[in-house]
């Protein structure tokens, strides 16, 4: 799942895999420094910039990059591999860049952007959420225009503009590409 910081794909995706027992989350890698409330193997794989480099060098991440703040994001392969074998469909939270990379390392990636409803309200989760500078908005907020005309690109486009009426457009999309590579469709429950 790809798009602008702000459109909410980690709420979006938290509330699809509550739904779905076989669907989980791939914990990413960062160089940032934790939040407040987060934990460490839970919310990131907090590395150094040294770990995290030397793990690159080593071919131990699926995809990487630099985000406009400096800090490193990547997705550990040994993170998707440990899904894999517990038998559910991994779930990756990437920026556009990473998400390219993935479908081209794996072609059966299937590729979701998540789009809010208007640039003006991707503002106002940035400006409200306030875990970045303002300097990093106005950043954040740039890179956000250019990914916005990028959309098309992917494999499917949902607007985040209702929480209920984009998870459920999230599973259904879940449930027919699971459906046509042959894979069990397991859900947790009714909603």
């Known amino acids: 799942m790809t798009g602008p910081s702000g459109a909410g794909k980690g709420t979006l995706i938290r509330a699809l895999v509550e739904r779905r027992a076989d669907l989980e989350v791939a914990v990413s890698a960062t160089t940032r420094p934790l939040r407040r409330g987060e934990v460490d193997r839970r919310d990131y794989h907090f590395l150094t910039e040294e770990e995290y480099c030397r793990r690159v060098d080593a071919g131990e991440f699926l995809e990487h990059v630099v985000f406009v703040s400096g800090h490193r994001y990547g997705t550990l392969v040994s993170e998707v591999e440990r899904i894999l074998a517990a038998g559910r469909s991994c779930v990756l939270e ?33 400006r409200e959420r306030a875990t970045e500078s303002s300097g990093e908005i106005g950043e954040r907020l740039a890179l956000a225009r250019r990914q916005m005309d990028e959309a098309g690109d992917f494999d499917h486009v949902v607007t985040n503009d209702d929480l209920e009426r984009a998870v459920s457009e999230l599973e259904a999309i879940v ?17």
């Open 94 to 126: 990437l920026e556009t860049e990473g998400a390219r990379a993935v479908a081209e390392r794996i072609p059966k990636t299937v590729s979701i952007f998540v789009r809010p409803p208007s640039f003006a309200e991707l503002e106002r989760r940035l």
């Open 175 to 191: 449930d027919q590409e699971l459906t046509e590579c042959g894979r069990p469709v397991g859900k947790l429950s009714a909603p």
